[in-house]
Structures are given as C-alpha cells and as structure tokens.
C-alpha cells in the first residue's frame, strides 16, 4: 500500500543552521504531497504542500521539491529558528481521500 | 474563519470504561476525518465521513470504536471498552470540497487509559 517514510529524529541544531529532513514516498499513481509541522500541545499545521512533479511548496523559509524520479519530498530550511522546535509530519494524499502520514521528525534547536 | 473544534482537551479513564469525543469541523467542510496518533507516531486514520456517509473505516477497530456524523456536520468517536492501548491523540480533521487532498486539524484530545 501507500506510505511515507521520514528521516529518525530527533534533530537536534543551533540556531542559524541549515535543515534538511529527508521524506520519501511509496503510491500508485501521482500523489499530492504535504509538510505538516506540529508544535507542542497543538495541532497539527500544513506547512507547505505540492501538487505535481517538480512543484516546489514554500511557506516560512521552508521548502520542498516534489522529485517524481527519487519519489522525495525533503524538507529544508536556510537558517533554523528556536521557534522552529516542533514535530515535522511528511505525508501525501489522493483528491477525497485521507492523507498517509510518516512517523514524524522532532527538530529541537537551541539558541 | 473558525478551526476544527475538539472536546475535551484531555481526558484519563480507567481500562474497561467508556469515553466520546466530539468535533466540530470547519463550516462547509464535507469531508470529516478522525486520526489516532500514539506516541512517537504518525497520526492514522479510524474513519473519514463524507457529509454523513462512511467513506473509509477499514482500519477502525470495530469491536470497541464508533463513530458517527449524523447531520453532515459534527461528529462524535466513541470507545467502549477502552483498553491500555488506546491511550493515544484523537485527531479530527476536515477538508473542503474544492481542496479536498487539503485536511485542517483540530488540537486533538489527549486520552490516558491507565
């Protein structure tokens, strides 16, 4: 069936420092695909999102590139906040039906 | 506008018992999801609900879980008997129908069986 595999957590960085957190997928078909980020004692957040092959979803500083070829959705950042400290979820989805979640990544940075 | 609203936050049972979780989701929403996230993992859906009409509730457990959306709107998941290992996150989600691949999540309910 359909799934998501993340990068094991935690990640830990210094504020500034460059994040990549590594999503790869297994579907049938072409799938939409979605960063959710969830900070402590909350919800899930869609971060950012991409529809198609080579779709770059961005929100925040972050960003990820839909790779068909590598079936990757890696999430990146430039320069790491202390507020960025949260549970990051890869997952994709199908038009109507439920999304497909990893296990999620815990990023902790410190200032 | 307003987001997936869950109740109650936080809820402690005793194994064996019964427990009900209610959402709310955004107005016009017809989609309606319910996820259970254990701890250290990825949330996985019980059921999603189009208006009121069970779409998918092939991983929800049966014998103890049930849920319902009577009117197409809010939604109620229901455990009964609760066991140790339902100690989890219930989260409600919905979508609407023009981004339905697009879920919003509520703040779930933290349930502990103890």
């Known amino acids: 069936g359909d799934s998501v595999t993340q990068m094991e957590g935690p990640v830990t960085l210094s504020e500034e420092a460059f994040l990549t957190i590594n999503c790869t997928y297994t579907a049938t078909g072409y799938p939409s695909l979605f960063w959710y980020v969830q900070y402590p004692g909350e919800g899930l957040q869609l971060l950012l999102k991409?529809?198609?092959?080579?779709d770059k979803g961005s929100n925040k500083g972050f960003e990820a590139t839909y790779r068909k070829e590598t079936t990757s959705f890696h999430l990146e950042k430039g320069s790491v906040q202390v507020s960025d400290s949260a549970v990051y979820f890869c997952a994709l989805g199908f038009s109507g039906t439920a999304l497909i979640f990893g296990k999620g990544t815990t990023l902790s940075v410190s200032s | 506008e307003a987001g997936v609203a869950q109740s109650p936050r936080y809820k402690i049972i005793e194994k064996r018992q019964s427990v009900a979780f209610w959402c709310n989701p955004i107005?016009?929403?017809?989609?309606l999801y319910w996820y259970q996230q254990i701890l250290g993992q990825g949330p996985k859906l019980l059921i999603q609900?189009?208006?009121?009409?069970?779409?998918?509730d092939s991983q929800l457990p049966k014998d103890r879980f049930s849920a319902e959306r009577l009117k197409g709107v809010d939604s109620t998941l229901k455990i009964q008997p609760a066991k140790l290992e339902d100690s989890a996150v219930y989260l409600c989600a919905s979508s609407s129908p023009a981004r339905s691949t697009e879920a919003f999540f509520g703040q779930g309910t933290r349930l502990t069986v103890v």
């Open positions: 991409a529809t198609k092959a080579d």
């Open positions: 609900f189009q208006n009121n009409g069970v779409v998918d």
């Open positions: 107005s016009g929403h017809a989609t």
